[in-house]
């Protein structure tokens, strides 16, 4: 169910009702429903939470009053569209045998928490390699996915795999590094992309102006394939384009700028797409969650 937003007036003059799937990651700290009934306050149709603490590795057991609640909170708001976000932990991509297997595991419990809510979408970034190389953190990672597909049966819950902006030793700040990845997995239904502006620009991706823009989103349906983005991350990005520095902006505030985000929000190809902000929240008294949101929905404009 898509809410809709109301442009105030159109060139000639007429009230337009525009469908998006919008929304913000919000807390879970008032309860897993507590988070949908806060994106229902800010009129998002969409939403992206964690499960969990994402600052630990300690996993959390879900109880049936927890997934009630969670499922009557989205008959109430109507909001279905939902990602969870695996916590920034795990490192499928790491050489270290220790570290692998706590991240096969957390990403185990992870998808299992998420199918049990009926959430339609994991994201994951996809890893440090840690020295070792690319190819190497690539075979890791498909590894580790293919073992954890193996283990679930039945889910429901897709796992996106999320551009990264190539800082450091990360594996995803090139789309082949997203289509190696899926290529190796054996259940391709269980698998998707996330694109995240900010990261793409920060690994040198441009989509500041609408050829360039058009010139990255070729690339990237040339690579992975359109069909398979299933959630885009709205953040502009505080350093310059190609800085692999993953550092995000206020929308329209930062080295992207606001024409970019009209493209997309404007764009059908993204029209069944969820839309993410994941940009800096309260400071003092200003909430920059409802600010962000409005400025997006103030771009749907056909």
């Known amino acids: 169910m898509t809410t809709l937003f109301q442009h105030p007036e159109n060139k000639i003059g007429k009230t337009r009702l525009l469908p998006c799937l919008l929304g913000a990651h919000f807390s879970i700290a008032n309860g897993l429903s507590g988070a949908v009934c806060e994106a229902a306050s800010y009129g998002c149709s969409a939403l992206q939470i964690f499960t969990k603490n994402a600052s ?7 109880s049936q009053e927890e997934i009630d609640a969670f499922e009557r909170a989205k008959i109430e708001t109507g909001i279905t569209h939902i990602a969870s976000h695996a916590a920034y932990l795990l490192n499928l991509a790491s050489p270290e045998s220790k570290k692998f297997r706590m991240s096969v595991r957390a990403l185990t419990q992870e998808i299992k928490r998420s199918s049990a809510l009926s959430i339609p979408f994991v994201i994951l970034h996809p890893g440090n390699h840690m020295g070792a190389g690319v190819t190497e953190g690539i075979r890791r990672i498909t590894d580790g996915i293919n073992e954890i597909f193996d283990a679930i049966h039945g889910s429901q819950t897709r796992l ?3 551009t990264t902006a190539g800082q450091g030793s990360s594996v995803g700040g090139h789309f082949e590094h997203i289509q190696s990845i899926m290529n190796g997995i054996a259940d391709q239904e269980r698998v998707g992309a996330c694109l995240d502006t900010c990261h793409i620009f920060a690994a040198g991706y441009d989509i500041r102006t609408q050829s360039a823009y058009e010139r990255t989103l070729k690339e990237f ?3 992975i394939g359109l069909h398979r983005l299933f959630v885009i991350h709205l953040n502009d990005a505080k350093q310059e384009l190609g800085s692999r520095v993953d550092r995000h902006e206020h929308i329209g505030e930062g080295r992207i700028g606001l024409p970019a985000f009209g493209f997309i929000m404007q764009d059908p190809r993204f ?5 993410i902000i994941e940009t800096p929240k309260l400071k003092g008294d200003i909430d920059y969650d409802r600010i962000n949101l409005d ?8």
């Not at 029209?271 to 839309?275: H, N, Q, S």
């Open 160 to 162: 996106l795999l999320e």
């Open 271 to 275: 029209e069944k797409v969820l839309k």
């Open 295 to 302: 400025r997006l929905r103030s771009l749907v404009i056909k």
């Open 221 to 223: 349906e040339g690579i």
């Open 56 to 62: 630990t590795w300690k996993e959390r057991t879900l």
